[in-house]
């Protein structure tokens, strides 16, 4: 199993920038993919970014050039750096992993979330 740690939100004003940091804990040579999702209340969780181990990334398409996804394999751990933040991208991020299992099994895990507050 994994253990995921996240750390970095917060309140800040638009056009502001915060970085979140994830830190995975466990079986972590087992993750292949490690990212970001974000939730608004009442709605359903959205892609925000992906890392392979590989290093290569891909963002939602809201995301338009603001974020950079990053990963530290040595430590790792997986971060955000949000640049021109807006008032729509305040929601709970969560950092998600993906691994596979000795048996060819995809397993994501998901941290506990951090709340991202962009002031207008």
């Known amino acids: 199993q994994v253990q995921l740690v996240e750390s970095g939100g917060g309140l800040v004003q638009a056009g502001g920038s915060l970085e979140l940091s994830c830190v995975a804990t466990g079986d972590v040579d087992t993750i292949r993919y490690m990212g970001w999702y974000r939730q608004v209340s009442g709605q359903p969780r959205e892609f925000v970014a992906v890392?392979?181990?590989?290093?290569?990334?891909n963002y939602g398409d809201f995301v338009k050039g603001r974020f950079t996804v990053s990963r530290d394999s040595a430590k790792s751990t997986v971060s955000l750096q949000m640049n021109s933040l807006e008032p729509d991208d305040t929601a709970v991020y969560y950092c998600?992993?993906?691994?596979?299992?000795?048996?060819?099994?995809?397993?994501?895990?998901w941290g506990q979330g951090t709340q991202v507050t962009v002031s207008s």
């Open positions: 998600v992993v993906k691994t596979l299992t000795d048996d060819m099994r995809t397993v994501d895990y």
């Open positions: 890392i392979s181990n590989g290093g290569g990334t």
